[in-house]
């Protein structure tokens, strides 16, 4: 049986025992319902994880730390997917399964064509649910670190704090004369892949994209919906740089 893994915000030190938080507690002892005395593994996001001994204590649930395992789970590269903000549950998918492909950083996109469009009380509380939807799925796919989800942003405010090169950026467009497979080869150790909403890119946006001389790239000859691109891209340019 596999042991179940927990991310837990404090910083953890090897060969001591913490009270958990009562989030993670409640979550391992009355939905989990793991017994006391039971193996777990706790990671704090800063690297590596511990092998855990689960106590409880009435109400109170403790893990007896042990040694630390510096083990990663991370690509060789760091992959950024900015993405048309996407209507539903089509976020959450995408979010979960960018942590699980080995994205480091989401930038959720307010595109000028995106349906979803959130702000004050509703947007705090999307982008808590996201972070959320992050370090679950570090727990369920063994990763040690957790994937950062961007506070919403629109294209503009992404391009005036960008720190890449701009053959590091893929602009990914259907009508772009560049593969993605050409694109990969000019691009930096650390990149990203930026998708439009479900409603295309806007004119202004195109142009935004030509004034800073991002790299456009097409992804084959089929137009894929805004949920299956950046994960379509995320896996293919691990495989095309040997990231694993």
């Known amino acids: 049986m596999a042991i179940s893994r927990f991310y ?16 993670l507690a409640h979550h391992a002892v009355r939905v989990l319902r793991i017994k006391t005395d039971t193996e777990i593994i706790l990671f ?51 979010i979960e399964k960018a942590v699980e492909l080995g994205a480091t950083r989401v930038v959720p996109l307010a595109a000028q064509r995106s349906v979803l469009q959130l702000s004050g009380e509703r947007l705090n509380k999307r982008l808590d649910h996201w972070r959320r939807i992050s370090q679950a799925a570090s727990e369920q ?63 202004e946006e195109l142009a935004l994209a030509k004034k800073h001389k991002l790299t456009t790239a097409g992804f084959g000859t089929r137009v894929l919906r805004t949920e299956t691109a950046g994960l379509a891209l995320i896996a293919a340019v691990s495989a095309l740089r040997g990231w694993n």
């Open 8 to 23: 837990c915000a404090t910083p953890l030190t090897p060969d001591t025992t913490i009270e958990l938080p009562a989030a």
């Open 44 to 94: 704090d996001g800063l690297g590596g994880q511990y092998t855990a001994t689960l106590l409880i204590d009435g109400k109170k649930a403790c893990a007896r730390l042990g040694r630390h395992e510096p083990i990663e789970a991370e690509l060789a590269g760091q992959i950024t997917l900015v993405q048309g903000m996407a209507s539903g549950d089509k976020m959450d998918w995408v």
């Open 141 to 203: 796919c063994g990763r040690n670190r957790i994937m950062e989800v961007a506070v919403p942003q629109t294209l503009q405010q992404y391009l005036a704090t960008l720190t890449l090169p701009p053959t590091s950026i893929f602009f990914c467009h259907p009508g772009s004369t560049q593969t993605l497979a050409q694109a990969a080869q000019a691009a930096g150790n650390a990149l990203a892949l930026v998708v439009g909403p479900e409603g295309g890119w806007s004119d």
